[in-house]
């Protein structure tokens, strides 16, 4: 008897456990935007520039570049996670990529941007997160890339990982993010449609005092200009004076940074504190030279939409270029290597297209993020009837 009620005690023991994982799974998937109703930019009639988008209106439109995300939301104060942006499917590497990185201010935490900056190329995925877990992401990649068929004898990898402070909605010294969700975000990449809002590295952040997150877009040339796509993927997490498409979003609902001390009243929400992280990617042949130009105008896109780059954002923009015979081989003894790029008289509509794209991805960042409670804090998402109101208001849309 004693011991069919030990086991019974047992097996209704291991029912709890597996109950409560259930539980949390389910709290996971209710916090998710997978079924987000809300609306991107454009679903809203808003047009952003004159540039037209890829089919998808995402860094995806780039051909071969894939995407992964793990979220992270666990009990009432972890709310972190990794994305991933591979420019391509394969061993980078064996196959690097032609890559820059534009600091527009630098209080943040970007591993690996100086190898860049100095060799011009990129050779691993391009991750992700929270600031404080860098460092443990950093060393995932590296293992995932050492384990990679072909790199037995790799004895050096630069991860480039980059971050923002989800510090207000999680509890950023738990560095919760483990090997295994790294590895699920890189090897879980894939083309196609991009999940936006409260996900990945954008599952804790917060924009303009609203709840932020992940957002993309996409911008296409025209055929006479070499209809090559531009592509943004953003990690907002920044302040200012919310903007869309001109219209004064942020000042007609009343919050905005400084305006406390402005009218002496209310709107102290947004404190201009954060950090954006920008992701760029081009099927355009370039060197690093022009894609750090093109990183640069990537900021512009982010200035239209009201950020004030304050003292304690750690802003970075990361460009790549995709094509196959701008790749740079490992193990090429050759004394010269020839790539046909472009020049920087053709580099103008790809500024544009930068510029566009990466506007529009802090919106969708911000129309597709839902409202947060974690570590204490409730950040809302912008309201959508009321933004449409505004934008209405100022013909921004119909």
């Not at 890559?99 to 201010?105: L, T």
């Not at 609902?253 to 009243?265: C, D, I, P, S, V």
């Amino acid at each position: 008897m004693w011991f069919d009620r030990m086991l019974a005690l047992s097996v209704a023991n291991k029912l709890l456990a597996v109950a409560a994982i259930l539980l949390v799974t389910a709290v996971a998937a209710a916090q998710s935007t997978t079924s987000n109703p809300r609306p991107r930019a454009s679903d809203l009639g808003l047009k952003v520039g004159i540039l037209p988008a890829g089919p998808l209106d995402a860094i995806t439109d780039v051909t071969g570049v894939e995407v992964g995300q793990t979220t992270i939301i666990r009990g009432d104060n972890v709310r972190t996670g990794v994305t991933a942006v591979l420019p391509h499917s394969g061993n980078l590497y064996r196959e690097k990529v032609p890559g820059a990185i534009f600091v527009d201010n630098g209080f943040g935490k970007l591993t690996g941007s100086t190898q860049v900056e100095e060799m011009g190329d990129i050779e691993t995925p391009i991750l992700l997160t929270s600031t404080t877990s860098v460092p443990r992401v950093a060393d995932a990649l590296i293992s995932y890339m050492l384990s990679l068929p072909g790199n037995a004898d790799v004895l050096s990898i630069n991860p480039v990982v980059g971050e923002t402070n989800d510090g207000y909605l999680s509890d950023i010294r738990g560095r919760d993010v483990t090997p295994d969700d790294v590895f699920a975000a890189v090897k879980n990449a894939k083309g196609g449609p991009v999940e936006e809002g409260n996900v990945g590295a954008g599952t804790g952040t917060v924009v303009f005092g609203w709840k932020g997150g992940i957002g993309t877009s996409s911008r296409r040339l025209p055929a006479s200009l070499g209809g090559y796509t531009v592509g943004a993927l953003v990690q907002t997490n920044f302040g200012g004076v919310l903007t869309i498409a001109g219209a004064p979003v942020g000042q007609e609902l009343g919050q905005y940074y400084l305006r406390k001390e402005l009218q002496q009243a209310g709107g102290g929400k947004d404190k201009a504190d954060g950090s954006c992280m920008i992701v760029v990617a081009t099927d355009a042949p370039l060197d690093a030279h022009n894609l750090k130009r093109l990183a640069a105008r990537a900021w512009l896109g982010v200035a239209r939409t009201g950020s004030s780059a304050s003292n304690g954002s750690g802003d970075y923009a990361i460009a790549f270029s995709t094509p196959p015979q701008v790749r740079i081989h490992a193990g090429d003894k050759a004394l010269t290597r020839k790539a046909e790029v472009m020049t920087n008289d053709a580099m103008s509509p790809l500024f544009l297209a930068a510029i566009e794209a990466t506007e529009e991805a802090v919106y969708n960042s911000m129309f597709k993020a839902t409202t947060m409670t974690g570590n204490g804090h409730t950040v809302e998402a912008l309201p959508i009837d009321k933004t449409v109101q505004v934008l209405k208001e100022h013909r921004v849309i119909k």
